[in-house]
């Protein structure tokens, strides 16, 4: 069983910075790929970035530039560093480890920005 712990999200202006973390209690946190997704009200969640196990990144064309995903094996966890945050990024923002057919989610975290 994976239990992911989210935490960092804040109400933020237009144009600030957040940095989330996940925390991951797992046996070999290194083999997951790692994502971030985020649902705001009324959408459907949306993938932000993915990490993989090999440190490939993946980005949603409407972060790219602003949104830093890493991880530090060591310490399993996953990070989104979040620059230039705009109201449109205002969501609920979830953690998700994957390991071939298996995902595992996070409750998630509110990030607010407000223009």
């Known amino acids: 069983q994976v239990q992911l712990v989210e935490s960092g999200g804040a109400s933020v202006l237009s144009g600030g910075s957040l940095r989330l973390s996940c925390a991951a209690s797992?046996?070999?946190?290194?083999?997951?790929?790692m994502g971030w997704y985020r649902q705001a009200p009324g959408k459907q969640r949306e993938l932000v970035a993915t990490?993989?196990?090999?440190?490939?990144?993946n980005y949603a064309d409407s972060v790219k530039g602003r949104f830093t995903i890493s991880r530090d094996n060591a310490k399993k966890t996953v990070y989104l560093q979040m620059n230039s945050l705009k109201p449109e990024d205002t969501a609920v923002y979830h953690c998700n480890a994957l390991l071939g057919p298996k995902a595992y989610w996070g409750q998630g975290t509110q990030v607010t920005v407000s223009s």
């Open positions: 797992v046996n070999i946190f290194s083999i997951y790929t």
């Open positions: 990490i993989t196990s090999g440190g490939t990144t």
